[in-house]
């Protein structure tokens, strides 16, 4: 044994050099078993094929315009909702393994493990971002507005995936196994489509649309829509005017909420 | 003489029921304490609070010198803990485990390595390190996450049933350990349901029944007041089982108890290798084929009824010969 390592004093714990040891965790996850992650990414590609040339010639842009430049931000908010699945799975799975516990048995500082996974998912999110701009120019979706609009339509995306995943952090640590998977489907499913990311809220009957345009989803895809110069921001519901807006406030308002509560939940898992 | 762990009437409840009701316990430094007792009992509580992991209602706990409650932060530099299952990265090698679990004790970049390397060789795992732990056996897995509790070299290391699912060989060298760690002066508080666990590693055993100790002392001395080994007989012939019985109960301390459907009879004795001698003597003599002999030890099942003053044997799977 070591004297020196054993003798050194404590560190103390530290929230970005724990955080960081954590995502790097997460990465070297991701190089020995890459399997999931690429299997996510086919995934979100087939839906954008699916959308754009099975479901796509039946559906109609109200006021006009190209269904595929309609369904790209569609598709970018999807995928960032989609992947809080890997965010929960990752949660749970720590503490089903008993990773968790031993996290907390150790002198690390508590915000670090949930940092850390946010962190690991955000840099996945910035490759899914990129695979999906790839997919829509592929099929022929384009950013008409400026470099700098095209950059804030690719920040609200990103900000959204940040907020999504802490409510993908809090469902991993108040579920597990199958129960997390439940309840992220549970989430993912009515969240994704009583939304305006594949047909438009005034096609729906009208407390429907009322519902999908308040979605936080639906705040997101409408601000990127008109930042990307795309059809279909407008909506007739007079919420939609405040898209943009709420493409920011939503998303800060989940963060507000999911950071504290998750940051709660893990001090007093087990009781 | 500091105890390395100190609890004081410690009580946990969960909603109606108290995990943990009045826990006193002390473990002198540099010595293992078994706590032994069946599932529910409350050992795995009183792991978890003094690890920190779980907050307690009433009583004290010091574990280090330090106090649970109000110094858990400190505490954690000196704890390591190897719970129920291997907590460890199954993706990641075992260098990888060891070296990002080294980084979250706070160890520089090139101590965390170096450690890592020292530890897998302490450890049997010095081939092994680059590989994926989803390759390793049972033992090794365990042996793993060992490595990782002793990171820092812990002054007080917690072990939650270290090996519950492992197969003979993977427990013995998990008892190697063990053994190792405790030599190096390391306290170890053990929980386990085997007695045989408790009886190869800890100085003094504990046994806890509905959150408080109902028996605490040395494994011989336990063992002593929970009576001798029992001999289990199998006859080849069911016809023959009322003549096996017949014959173990010249030599047993109590009843035989007989389970007509294994064609099995099964007591206690006290003069283990005497009795086994001469009750199968005595068999092959009355030409009673005998299947299959075991000379064991109470389970733990066993122990604990006695402890506790309810009745040794379960009546619903076997049923009692007459006098």
Known sequence: ?271 | MEHAIITQGLCKRYGDTAALDGFDLRVPPGTVCGLLGPNGAGKTTAVRILATLLRFDAGRAVVAGLDVARQAERVRYRIGLVGQRPAVDEALSGRENLVIFGRLFHLGRAPARRRATELLERFGLADAGGAPVRTYSGGMRRRLDLAVGMIRTPSVLFLDEPTTALDPRGRNEVWESVRDLVRAGTTVLLTTQYLDEADQLADRICVLDAGRVVAEGTPDALKARLGGDRIDLVVRDAGDLAAAADRLRRVATADPVVDPDRRAVSAQVDDRAGALTEVLRALDADGVTVADVALRRPTLDEVFLRLTGRPAERVDATVRVPA
């Open chain 1, 1 to 271: 044994m070591s004297a020196a390592t054993v003798a050194s004093p404590p560190g103390r714990p530290s929230l970005a050099g724990d955080s960081l040891t954590l995502t790097c965790r997460a990465l070297a996850h991701w190089r020995r078993e890459p399997g999931p992650l690429a299997g996510a990414l086919a995934f979100d590609i087939l839906i954008v094929l699916m959308f754009a040339y099975l479901f796509g010639g039946a559906l109609q842009v109200p006021g006009g315009g190209s269904y595929r430049e309609f369904l790209m931000p569609g598709m970018f908010a999807m995928t960032m909702l989609f992947g809080i699945s890997q965010t929960t799975m990752a949660v749970s799975a720590d503490a089903e393994r008993g990773v968790t516990d031993r996290h907390r048995s150790m002198p690390v500082s508590r915000l670090a493990p949930l940092l850390g996974r946010a962190l690991a998912d955000m840099l996945f999110a910035v490759v899914t971002l990129a695979v999906m701009l790839l997919a829509g120019l592929a099929v022929g979706w384009r950013a008409h507005g400026g470099p700098g609009d095209t950059l804030a339509a690719l920040g609200l995306i990103l900000l959204l995936r940040f907020a999504l995943t802490w409510v993908g952090i809090y469902l991993g640590l108040v579920t597990n196994g199958a129960g997390a998977v439940t309840a992220v489907q549970t989430l993912e499913f009515p969240l994704g489509f009583l939304s305006s990311a594949f047909v438009a809220p005034s096609t729906m009957p009208a407390w429907l649309g009322a519902v999908a345009e308040w979605n936080p989803l639906s705040a997101t895809v409408g601000a990127t829509r008109e930042l990307f110069g795309n059809p279909g921001w407008g909506g007739e519901g007079w919420i939609a005017a405040y898209h943009p807006l709420l493409a920011v406030l939503w998303p800060l308002a989940l963060v507000a909420v999911f950071v504290p509560l998750s940051l709660r939940r893990y001090r007093a898992l087990g009781g």
